[in-house]
């Protein structure tokens, strides 16, 4: 039997190290055309999805929002000319789609309809024909305007203000300071949840209004104090100040991570802990959270409308 640092088998054989590592790959940079008849938000989450997966290319961006016309399309057609490379589009009218891909096969350069594929699905397991309705996910309809009205709550309910109205929230972020509760808030708010965050310090007794909720869902962001405090530190360095020691001192962090584990697993509320998570990962997270409780609790929360 060895230990961690023995040799197998006793024979004396040698340990061989691998010489194999991951090399750094070269950047490669390229053109990359974005072309739509509406914002182009699709293609840039798409494209953007797409290229993390590739470790060295560095796209250089062409976005050509609104494009819902012959002449529209010809300036695009020209940009693409001058600069060649990969073209993603959404082109709901099938006329500009059939000449951007006519014109992108005739230079040789990969053209992709990024949702023909999709919808191409629904067709066929839906059974039932799409309608080409440019910019519909946009619509002024009432999903729109439930986000116009989570965004408004949510920046008026920021860092424990107005925390009286906190039983009008769907969703409560708690969590001591630089733990990220206020961009995923307003992240939440784009999806739209009505958000409302409240900022904790140890010995300071969270308000009565938090204690006391029913309704809505309650997470409390945590995140290592290595984490917080080289985020702190950073911070104040920003504002240029220097008296900071108590602030960005881990033993009190520590504590006032520990405080808001305590106060959640007091009220069963879950926990979350944000110190790898990007904004978008911790938001997901919450939704998911969110909608796991909802579907389970023998007292729903409101319904999504």
């Known amino acids: 039997m060895t230990g961690d640092g023995g040799q197998a088998g006793g024979g004396g054989g040698e340990a061989h190290l691998s010489t194999e590592f991951t090399a750094i790959p070269t950047p490669k940079h390229f053109h990359l055309h974005l072309v739509s008849d509406a914002s182009g938000e699709t293609l840039t989450t798409m494209a953007k999805a797409a290229i993390v997966q590739l470790p060295g290319a560095k796209p250089n961006r062409h976005m050509h929002p609104l494009v819902r016309n012959q002449k529209q399309l010809a300036t695009v057609l020209r940009h693409i000319e001058a600069s060649p490379g990969i073209v993603l589009f959404t082109l709901m009218n099938p006329n500009l789609a059939e000449i951007l891909e006519g014109r992108c096969a005739d230079l040789g350069l990969p053209c992709v309809p990024v949702l023909r594929p999709v919808i191409q699905a629904f067709e066929a397991y839906l059974k039932m024909p799409s309608r080409a309705v440019v910019g519909a996910q946009h619509a002024l309809d009432a999903d729109y305007f439930r986000r116009i009205e989570a965004m408004n709550f949510t920046l008026s309910h920021d860092d424990s203000q107005h925390s009286e109205e906190l039983c009008k ?33 140890p010995n300071i007794p969270p308000p009565p209004s938090l204690t006391d909720l029913k309704g809505p869902f309650v997470v409390g962001l945590v995140a290592s104090p290595e984490r917080i405090s080289e985020i702190r530190r950073n911070r104040m360095l920003s504002l240029n100040s220097s008296t900071f020691d108590s602030y960005v001192d881990l033993d009190l962090i520590k504590e006032e991570m520990a405080f808001t584990k305590k106060l959640c697993a007091q009220n ?38």
């Not at 630089?178 to 900022?199: C, D, E, M, Q, W």
């Open 169 to 201: 929230a769907e969703i409560v972020l708690i969590g001591a300071s630089r733990t990220s509760k206020t961009p995923t808030s307003i992240y939440l708010a784009h999806r739209g949840f009505k958000t409302a965050n409240v900022s904790l310090v």
């Open 268 to 305: 069963r509320w879950q926990v979350l802990d944000v110190t790898r998570k990007s904004i978008e990962e911790s938001a997901a997270s919450i939704i998911a959270l969110y909608e796991e409780r909802r579907r389970q609790s023998s007292h729903p929360l409101a319904p999504r409308p």
